[in-house]
């Protein structure tokens, strides 16, 4: 069974960078895609990037594009997301979940980590 651990979030501030770790455990990650997904206060989880099992990335939030990448190193079993350019409004707590293909559908995604949260600001 595939276990999902995020890692790597923290307080920031404003312009400043964090790197997001989701470390699998359980089985590869390479026959998965790997989905970053974020949760503020009050709102409903959404998708961030996602990761194909080829290494393709799909993007499902503009306000990110540009500032976030995603990346893989399946020899470490782990996906990154590389946050840059942070504002307060990337407050939020992050998850990594998996699936079979990148879905524009969150309820698609299965494994879900704890999260781990990240606070932009001053």
């Known amino acids: 069974q595939l276990q999902l651990v995020e890692s790597g979030g923290g307080l920031v501030q404003p312009g400043g960078s964090l790197r997001l770790s989701c470390a699998a455990s359980g089985l590869t990650l390479d026959a998965f895609a790997i989905g970053w997904f974020r949760q503020a206060p009050g709102k409903e989880r959404e998708g961030v990037l996602c990761?194909?099992?080829?290494?393709?990335?799909?993007n499902y939030a503009d306000s990110v594009r540009g500032r976030f990448t995603i990346s893989r190193d399946n020899a470490k079993n782990t996906v990154y997301l590389q946050m840059d350019s942070l504002k307060p409004e990337d407050t939020a707590v992050y998850y990594c979940?998996?699936?079979?293909?990148?879905?524009?559908?969150?309820?698609?995604?299965?494994?879900w980590g704890q999260g781990t949260r990240v606070t932009v600001s001053s």
């Open positions: 979940a998996a699936n079979n293909f990148c879905s524009g559908h969150v309820f698609t995604f299965a494994s």
């Open positions: 990761i194909s099992s080829s290494g393709g990335t799909t």
